[in-house]
């Protein structure tokens, strides 16, 4: 495994530089870190701005900077930006930081697509509720499974299949960004 803090710029230039010499020219990068923090937008503090916008955006955009790089150069690659129904397509209440960088990934997203064609295609998906959090109460579980028209919480399985036809699918799809959410986007839950 490589790591590396993405919020630190000589830790991510190096990174990209150790996985492509012990592994090769990267083909694909899934843009998949992120942390959720819940809190009202009159509460939030500048700490947990600061954090969420690091972990979600920066990080990804300046890591997707140095892969694209070498990527356009060789010709081909494919960046998978793994987002949330929550701030790409929905607007949440009480996390309102998280929501905004996920919007912002969504806009990356799309923006990408345009500028990396033809050589990088530039996708995302926006999962729903795939797992319950640990710990969460049964009656909060079914309360969010109700607002699921697919009547249940997805599978991790689900989101690594849409991610493998999105990388080994058709080349003609870039730009896009899916739902993987059971029709809960669609629902306004």
């Known amino acids: 495994t ?3 803090d993405l919020t630190r710029r000589p ?4 990174l990209v530089a150790r996985v492509e010499d ?3 020219p990267i083909a694909a990068l899934v843009n998949s870190a992120a942390i959720f923090d819940r809190a009202r937008f ?4 500048d700490e947990l701005l600061d954090r969420e916008w690091a972990v979600n955006a920066r990080g990804p955009y300046l890591l997707t900077r140095e892969v694209a790089r070498r990527m356009v150069a060789r010709g081909f690659g494919d960046v998978l930006n793994i987002l949330d129904i929550g ?7 009480n996390y309102s930081a998280y929501a905004m960088t996920k919007a912002a990934m969504a806009s990356l997203t799309r923006c990408l697509a345009l500028e990396l064609a033809p050589a990088v295609r530039v996708n995302g998906i926006a999962p729903g509720a795939v ?6 109460p049964q009656q909060e579980i079914d309360e969010v499974r109700e607002r699921i028209p697919a009547g249940r919480f997805g599978s991790p399985g689900d989101v690594v299949e849409t991610a493998l036809f999105l990388l080994t699918g058709p080349r003609f799809i870039t730009g896009q960004i899916i739902a993987v959410d059971g029709g ?4 306004g839950a």
Do not use: C, I
């Not at 830790?11 to 190096?14: I, V």
């Not at 797992?131 to 969460?136: A, I, Q």
């Not at 809960?184 to 629902?187: A, D």
């Open 2 to 4: 490589f790591q590396a």
């Open 184 to 187: 809960r986007s669609r629902s």
């Open 87 to 93: 701030g790409s397509l929905n607007p949440w209440r």
């Open 131 to 136: 797992l319950p959090r640990e710990g969460m």
């Open 22 to 24: 012990e592994l090769g």
């Open 11 to 14: 830790e991510l230039d190096a």
């Open 42 to 45: 009159l509460d939030t503090s």
